[in-house]
């Protein structure tokens, strides 16, 4: 594992002043479903927002390794797992993708505003009928003088209720294969998008989601991200960075479930001894360390192979693919840790696991990760 310097540590240390205020109230706002505006003010006047940015654009300029690392820390000292998830998909939507295949224009026009967190990002993939296959999407955008003209609909878009930013993918010829898919930088304002009011869901609830309605939306032609007929490479290279941050952060939030869960298996007595004392709830906890661990070396060996230019693609799967379904394991083994206390809204624990089981989902569900691995080793 990586041996992190003092420089890291205090990046990493800076947001403890932080954690009781992004903490307070949070299984009510939890319940309420509501994105925490306050919270995310807070956590953008840390310089969270602007870790992995080059600092001419206002960002920290630090690399994806120590990124990952700061976003352990708020996984760890942050409760609220939605704001967690929107702090994620900001990052990794607009800004990576903008960092790296972004005009010089295009970088000084948002990467400030996205750094300071004055502008919320999103990233537009899933489709009604498409969703891990992306390369189904029917959304399609035509060449109109000076603009792309955008038609079609997109659905479960994270951070989209309240994006100022959204990254749309759409389809830009017929031709079969990855090269017909592009990019585009859309304003939430862009007359021609209409925003769809935020969907219930079963967890990451202060992360609020919708559908988008493309009808004739304009976009000026310089607002491409990368190259036309090269978005497939763009949404290649955030998923990759995507899972990295996201799934750390949820390792993080395993770290402190199984600090909370040792601590309340050693002082909860029953039948006259503590609950630890018990093998099925020690071998439990056991489990639950090494969920944590596993998962936190895969996925920062993948972030330095990464950082480091290797081929990662195998690496990305089977990270997201233990971390995912480890959390899922980490979360129910908390809930009945914890018995009735556990299944009860206020403790906080039943709505971790509600949280978790969405990493086996998006990103690309547990299956597409398993064909991608089985396809890889030749299968």
């Excluded at 990124?67 to 990052?91: I, K, P, Q, W």
């Excluded at 959304?139 to 100022?164: E, I, M, Q, Y």
């Amino acid at each position: 594992m990586i041996k992190w310097s003092t420089e890291q540590q205090a990046l990493r240390d800076g947001l403890a002043p932080y954690l009781d205020e992004l903490n307070s109230g949070h299984v009510e706002q939890d319940e309420a479903a509501a994105f925490p505006h306050d919270k995310w003010k807070l956590l953008a006047g840390t310089g969270l927002l602007g870790l992995p940015f080059e600092e001419r654009h206002g960002g920290l300029g630090q690399s994806l390794p120590t990124t990952m690392y700061v976003l352990e820390g708020l996984g760890e000292g942050c409760r609220d797992a939605g704001l967690n998830f929107s702090v994620c998909t900001h990052l990794a939507s607009t800004g990576v993708p903008l960092q790296r295949f972004g005009s010089p224009g295009l970088k000084e026009r948002y990467l400030p505003a996205l750094c300071s967190g004055s502008l919320i990002a999103a990233h537009a993939i899933s489709e009604p009928d498409s969703g891990s296959d992306a390369l189904a999407m029917r959304t399609r955008a035509r060449r109109d003088g000076d603009s792309w003209v955008l038609d079609g609909s997109k659905s479960f878009v994270s951070n989209g209720p309240v994006a100022d930013l959204i990254t749309v993918y759409a389809r830009t010829s017929d031709r079969p294969g990855p090269l017909g898919y592009t990019a585009f930088l859309v304003e939430r304002d862009t007359p021609g998008l209409t925003v769809g009011a935020p969907i219930a869901k079963m967890g990451l609830r202060t992360s609020p989601l919708c559908e988008l309605f493309l009808d004739g939306c304009r976009v000026p032609a310089d607002r491409v991200l990368g190259r036309v007929g090269g978005g497939y490479l763009v949404m290649e290279y955030v998923m990759r960075w995507e899972i990295l941050l996201t799934f750390v952060v949820n390792a993080g939030e395993m770290r402190h479930r199984l600090d909370r869960c040792l601590r309340y298996a050693k002082e909860r007595v029953q039948f006259g001894r503590p609950i630890g004392s018990n093998q099925a709830v020690s071998h439990r906890l056991v489990d639950l360390r090494i969920g944590v661990e596993n998962s936190r070396r895969w996925l920062y060996d993948t972030g330095e192979r990464m950082a480091a230019g290797e081929n990662v693609t195998e690496d990305i799967a089977i990270a997201k693919l233990v971390t995912s379904e480890a959390n899922v394991a980490s979360a129910l083994a908390a809930v009945q840790i914890f018995g009735g206390n556990g299944y009860m809204a206020e403790y906080g624990i039943e709505k971790e696991l509600r949280n978790a089981v969405a990493g086996t989902i998006y990103s690309g569900t547990s299956e597409t990760q398993r064909n991608r691995i089985a396809a890889l080793l030749g299968l």
